[in-house]
């Protein structure tokens, strides 16, 4: 059983920058698709950013080119930049053994983000 351990959220000014990483246990994670999920106050659990075992990468819109996501064998990390509080959320670890894929599966428990303006 994969289990999916996020950490670094906290609380941030605005503009200011936070590193989420996931760390995966209990099996090898190589050939996983690995992502981050937040869920905002009032809306459905969305994609962040995404990355295939192969490392190709996925972002969402209102990222922006402010947030990269990497990754390791049983790692994944967020890094955010210029923060403003509507990032304010649960951030969340997925992992799907399809590789290519994510939104099922696997899911860490969640590290909390506050933007404060």
């Known amino acids: 059983q994969v289990q999916l351990v996020e950490s670094g959220g906290g609380l941030v000014q605005l503009g200011g920058s936070l590193r989420l990483s996931c760390v995966g246990s209990?099996?090898?994670?190589?050939?996983?698709?690995m992502a981050w999920y937040r869920q905002t106050p009032g809306k459905q659990r969305e994609l962040v950013a995404g990355?295939?075992?192969?490392?190709t990468t996925k972002y969402a819109d209102f990222v922006k080119g402010r947030f990269t996501i990497s990754r390791g064998d049983n790692t994944a990390y967020l890094q955010m930049n210029n923060l403003n509080p509507d990032d304010t959320g649960v951030y969340y670890c997925?992992?799907?053994?399809?590789?290519?894929?994510?939104?099922?599966?696997?899911w860490g428990l969640g590290t909390q983000v506050t933007v404060s303006s």
């Open positions: 997925n992992a799907d053994p399809d590789g290519s894929r994510w939104g099922y599966y696997f």
């Open positions: 209990g099996i090898s994670l190589r050939t996983y698709a």
């Open positions: 990355i295939t075992s192969g490392r």
